[in-house]
């Protein structure tokens, strides 16, 4: 396994269930951990608890291209390369068709596609001129299995599939590393505004999706783990 200790990783979407937990287990782990996160208030106090100096503090609006850049040059002004970028920022916008408005749409695209597209763009030519470093996204098992309702969410998660898989192409000669987690459901708030029914006490907990995660970036670098799917047994899909 690889060391965490002083590895400079970022997680975006630090705010939210998964990705709190990811913190929380690198800082444990001695990582070098920088956060960002759409919502301040929350941020300012997952930073507080883990005592994260606030020059590794960002808020930032995915969807915003020049913030994510912004952040970015913020970042390599301190450390020149992030060892890790851990992608759980997204949404989860479920609704069949007829409900599902232009703005949900859009909405969906722009946070779970082209805000990966820009972290990409920001972070990644970085990492390939030190021919290293490990991303992390969660596409999640509804980019692999139709589910009735996630037409916008699984077009933006297909998206990213895509987006990720083709840039691993052109990586090839590097040892920049891209793995994704195809999660099933996790208890996050994620699902608070979701209107279907679902048995979150059968889903897989939030602590348990990031020790997924921690577990990832722990893997040596003469591998790839390209892929790695969890499911709650009762949901499996693929
Ligand atoms: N929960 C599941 O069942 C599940 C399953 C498979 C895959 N996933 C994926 O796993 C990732 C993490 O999900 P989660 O369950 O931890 O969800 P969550 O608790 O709802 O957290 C979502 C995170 O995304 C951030 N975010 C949303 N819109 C943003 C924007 N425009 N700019 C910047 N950040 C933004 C949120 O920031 P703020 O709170 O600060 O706004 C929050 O930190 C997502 O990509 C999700 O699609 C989740």
Known sequence: ????????????????????????LMKNSLANVFLTGRNGAALQKLASELAIPSSQVFEMDITNAA?????????????????????????????????????DFDRSIDVNLKGSFYLFKSFLPAMKAVKKGLVINMPGVLSKTP????????????????????????????????TNIYLGGVDTPFW??????????????????AKSVWFLCQQPRSGVVSEMIIQPFNHQAI
Not at 1 to 24: C, D, P
Not at 192 to 209: G, M, P, S, W, Y
């Open 1 to 24: 396994m690889e060391s965490l200790f002083k590895k400079n990783v970022l997680i975006v979407g630090a705010t939210g269930g998964i990705g709190s937990e990811v913190a929380r």
């Open 67 to 103: 913030a994510v850049e912004a952040t970015a040059q913020k970042i390599h002004e301190q450390i020149s390369v992030l060892d890790i970028l851990i992608n759980a920022a997204g949404i989860g916008i479920i609704r069949p068709l007829e409900k599902l408005t232009y703005e």
């Open 147 to 178: 589910m009735a309702g996630a037409s916008a969410y699984s077009a933006s998660k297909y998206g990213l599939n895509g987006l990720t898989k083709s840039i691993r192409e052109e990586l090839k000669r590097t040892n920049v590393r891209i």
């Open 192 to 209: 608070d505004e979701i209107d279907l029914r679902v048995q979150k006490n059968k889903f897989i907990t939030q602590k348990e999706a």
